[in-house]
């Protein structure tokens, strides 16, 4: 069965630094997201894509924040400049139709800022 | 506001005992209400929508508009369904679509 794939599992960066976190959503998906759920806290809605194109986002997902799908199989969410508080499991996800459908999700990367 | 409140952090019962894991929602349109599960070391994974109005794994979930909530519901708990479940609501917000989680509830089935 086909499933979302996530890479690094973890990275680790220092403050100030650039990430890329690496998602292949299932192929035949056409709306993908990230999400982030802090430690102890809840799982929060980062961005929608479709149609190479930001879809939604959150009041969360600033400046700093960037996606891109550099190829047909790939969706990267950028970080620019890390911070403390960037601290985080994120999540990618994807979803057949539109942003209303069940959504797949990938293990996750868990990234720590130092 | 859009909002999804799950007010329990942590539900322990017994094996064979009902259980009831509340979830209500703030919206103002029509939303597609879910629910997700988390098992220890598992990635997140739909458990039921308000929509297919199926019974999975023994749970259902009526969405009752009058009291906007979709609580999840099973007769009789089982240990393999202890995990984290979490309330999701999707919606419509100012471009696409967004979806929103609750905070989550763990349950604990004790044999």
């Known amino acids: 069965e086909p499933e979302v794939t996530q890479t690094p599992s973890h990275q680790v960066t220092q403050m100030g630094q650039e990430v890329i976190l690496r998602c292949v959503p299932i192929s035949n998906h056409l709306y993908f997201y990230w999400y982030r759920q802090i430690l102890g806290q809840k799982v929060e809605f980062l961005v929608s894509f479709y149609n190479n194109e930001i879809s939604e986002k959150s009041e969360i997902f600033d400046d700093q924040f960037s996606v891109e799908r550099p190829d047909g199989s790939n969706f990267t969410l950028k970080i620019r400049s890390t911070k403390l508080e960037d601290s985080a499991m994120y999540f990618c996800a994807s979803s057949e139709g539109t942003g209303l459908e069940e959504q797949y999700f990938g293990p996750g990367t868990r990234l720590t800022v130092t | 506001a859009q909002r999804v409140t799950q007010p329990e952090k942590l539900l322990s019962v017994f094996k064979g005992a009902p259980v009831e894991l509340k979830c209500n929602y703030s919206?103002?349109?029509?939303?597609?209400l879910f629910w997700y599960v988390q098992y220890s070391r598992q990635r997140l994974q739909l458990l039921l929508r308000?929509?297919s109005r199926e019974s999975i794994k023994g749970f259902t979930a009526d969405l009752n508009k009058g009291e906007t909530s979709f609580h999840l519901k099973k007769p009789f708990a089982q240990e393999e369904d202890s995990a984290m479940y979490y309330c999701?609501?999707?919606?419509?917000?100012?471009?696409?679509?967004?979806?929103?989680f609750g905070a989550g509830t763990r349950l604990f089935v004790k044999a």
């Open positions: 999701a609501l999707s919606g419509r917000a100012t471009g696409g679509f967004k979806t929103i």
């Open positions: 919206y103002s349109g029509s939303p597609e």
């Open positions: 308000h929509i």
